[in-house]
């Protein structure tokens, strides 16, 4: 099975984010980015896959941010070939330009599976996946957490709220959004992924000029003004946890304390 | 465009999802303006589930064997062919699995403007104006859409509508014929060691809380209150607690008295599990944490430090 994994990196979300002077985006020069958790889940996912059905993995990353790192450690973790599509993507790109670009891209490629992460925590205009799927026209499966061989496509295990799962059976090429994987992703040491960076140069090419308006006008990004911020209680952890003592007596929540 | 308001129904078994209720109570509001209809749209293969109780002016009923249960494929393509029929001014779906796998597509198939993790939507005018909540929940984004919308929108934003008698018209389905995917199987969760829905005090630990070795700090003050450990996705994704007590959009929904979130940021599918508690306590080393705006009260001291002074206190309290 021919299975090709798109990665990203995303905004560290424990990092201040700072808005642009026009207060639309988020300054990007000076952010932290760190690979999408949820990709890193698409890529184990996609190596088990491989590992049980035999094939191939190959990562792409759009060049919006330095996503290098990101894809020589898929290497190092067993993928076969990593693909950089490099364009002028500062101002940064929207789900559906993500999704037509790679959807150019696909078209010059074999593939049986597009495994992506299930959002990333930018996705204003909706996942790109999901949207890919439709501009290739097939089968997607979205919030999945497990994808096995079965007879000649795959079965993919789909969670709704509360835990559910159903199983749903695809037969033809098909994009699946991964939410978590059925193993934890695997760790790799940095020395193998500066063996990788020695022995498997990055696939380069531009990514296709597309036209993928998306119907919608960013205004305004802001904190979100909470009518009911938290008290934030002062001092150090012991002065705290006194407060929160006596909080919860005052409050009569735990029998023993009243 | 037209100016009907459209809402994707949700169902399982006959029974309508809450969600749906509350696109509906919006659906109500935005049709009024528009001075469209509000509509909603049933995919089903037979049982038309509680169609006759919905708060809409029409429902859509498409039945199909391919609509029993939720295929995304089936649905996308159904939707979209309604759409494109009706052409309404927006379309609302739940911020759930099923919202997350229809609404891109939905989008990619119409070209209609997509606003993803909605809170709030309102018209100006001509043009549709939503919040989508993004970086976590960390900031909000004010979109807005001048042509045709979809919104996904996040549980719990709007007030439910209830009480209808809602015109039902049946409509044949169209290009759902061929499908790749096909339904198997649906599983329920395990039953649980612990039911974290029934429990009066939570204390939830998120990844701040550093490792698996970790959570017996978070246990032993859970010991001390007389309440359970509870935590977010990646804690039970990673295997630190069982399943069956992850709190929020996929795990399951709490009101306790007491939630003392433990290194949880907060993001709106951990939120929309837990934001009714009645007292929410919140330690979390960023202070610009979304929890925080959830929280009644907060602090960014080191959850390490915080945990084990907390439980030497109230166990010498208790003394
Ligand atoms: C379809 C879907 C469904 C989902 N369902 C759920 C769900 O049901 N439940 C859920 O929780 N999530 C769910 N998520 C995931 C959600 O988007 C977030 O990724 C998740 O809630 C983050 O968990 P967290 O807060 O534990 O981790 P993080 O977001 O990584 O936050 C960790 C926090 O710990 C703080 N911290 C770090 N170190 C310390 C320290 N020493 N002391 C104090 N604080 C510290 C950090 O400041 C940070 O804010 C879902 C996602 C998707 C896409
Ligand atoms: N720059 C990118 N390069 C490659 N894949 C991407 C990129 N951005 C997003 N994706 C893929 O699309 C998924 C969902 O992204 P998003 O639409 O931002 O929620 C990610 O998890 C990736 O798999």
């Known amino acids: 099975m021919q299975i090709i994994v798109p990665m990203q990196q995303t905004v560290d979300l424990v990092e201040e984010l700072e808005l642009n ?74 789900s559906h330009q993500r999704a037509a670009i790679l959807a150019a891209w696909l078209g010059t490629q074999e593939f049986d599976l597009v495994m992506v992460g299930v959002q990333s925590p930018e996705d204003l205009d909706g996942q790109t996946g999901v949207i890919l799927a439709n501009l290739l026209d097939t089968a997607h499966v979205s ?10 496509g795959v079965k993919v295990r789909q969670e709704f709220g509360g835990g559910t799962v159903h199983e749903l059976a695809l037969s033809g090429r098909a ?78 929540i735990v029998k023993e304390l009243s | 465009m037209g100016s009907d308001v459209f ?23 935005l049709a009024t303006a528009t001075g469209g209809r509000s509509v909603a749209c049933l995919l089903h293969s037979g049982a038309r589930a509680g169609a006759d109780g919905l708060a809409a002016d029409v429902v859509l009923s498409v039945e199909h064997p391919a609509l029993e ?30 919202g997350m796998d229809v609404a891109g597509g939905l989008s990619a198939r119409t070209g209609n403007g997509l606003v993803a993790y909605c809170n709030a939507i309102t018209l100006e005018g001509d043009t549709l104006v939503a919040i989508s909540q993004v970086f976590g929940g960390k900031l909000n984004a004010e979109v807005a859409v001048e042509g045709p919308a979809i919104c996904s929108v996040v549980s719990g934003s709007f007030a439910p509508a209830t009480g209808g008698s809602p015109d039902i018209q049946d409509v044949t389905a169209s290009g759902i014929d ?12 395990e039953a649980s060691d612990v039911d974290i829905t029934a429990e009066d005090i939570l204390v939830s630990v ?26 977010s996705r990646p804690v039970t994704d990673a295997g630190w607690l069982s399943k069956t007590r992850q709190v929020g959009k996929s795990g399951q929904k709490v009101k306790p008295k007491l939630y003392i979130a433990c290194g949880i940021s907060g993001a709106p599918e951990h939120l929309e599990g837990m934001s009714d508690a009645e007292l929410i306590i919140a330690i979390n080393s960023d202070a610009n944490a979304p929890i925080f705006d959830v929280a009644h009260f907060g602090t960014t001291e080191d959850v390490l430090d915080v945990l084990p002074a907390l439980t030497e206190q109230i166990e010498a309290a208790v003394a």
Request: proline letters at 4%; charged letters at 25%; aromatic letters at 4%.
């Open chain 1, 21 to 94: 002077d026009d207060g639309t985006g988020v300054e990007r020069e000076y952010l932290k980015f760190v690979a999408n958790e949820w990709d890193e889940q698409a890529l184990e996912e996609a190596l088990l896959l491989k590992e049980a059905a035999g094939g191939s993995v190959t990562v792409v990353g759009i060049d919006e941010t330095d996503v290098d790192g990101t894809l020589f450690s898929a290497l190092a973790k067993g993928a076969d070939r990593a693909v950089k599509l490099t364009g002028d993507f500062e101002n940064g790109i929207s």
């Open chain 2, 178 to 189: 061929n499908l790749t995917t096909t339904f198997l199987a649906r599983i329920e969760p």
């Open chain 2, 206 to 231: 998120g990844r701040g809380i550093g490792g698996a070795d970790n959570i017996e700090f978070a246990q032993e003050l859970a010991d001390a209150l007389g309440g359970v450990v509870s935590g």
């Open chain 2, 7 to 29: 809402t994707l129904v949700e169902h399982v078994g006959g029974t309508v999802d809450d969600s749906t209720h509350e696109l509906l109570g919006k659906a109500r509001e």
């Open chain 1, 175 to 252: 994009v699946v959004g991964v939410q978590a994987a059925t193993a934890a992703p695997r760790y790799v040491s940095i020395s193998r992924v500066r063996a990788a960076m020695q022995d498997s140069p990055l696939e380069t090419l531009p990514a296709a000029d597309v036209d993928a308006p998306t119907g919608t006008t960013v205004r305004r990004l802001y904190a979100p003004e909470s009518s009911s911020h938290a008290e934030m209680l002062e001092g150090d952890a012991d002065a705290v946890a006194a407060r929160i003592l006596e909080i919860v007596r005052e409050r009569g």
């Open chain 2, 69 to 98: 249960h939720f295929l995304p494929e089936a649905y996308v393509k159904a939707l979209a062919a309604l759409v494109a029929d009706h052409e309404p001014r927006v379309v609302l779906v739940a911020n759930s699995t099923v």
């Open chain 1, 143 to 152: 919030v999945a957490i497990g994808v096995e061989p079965h007879e000649g």
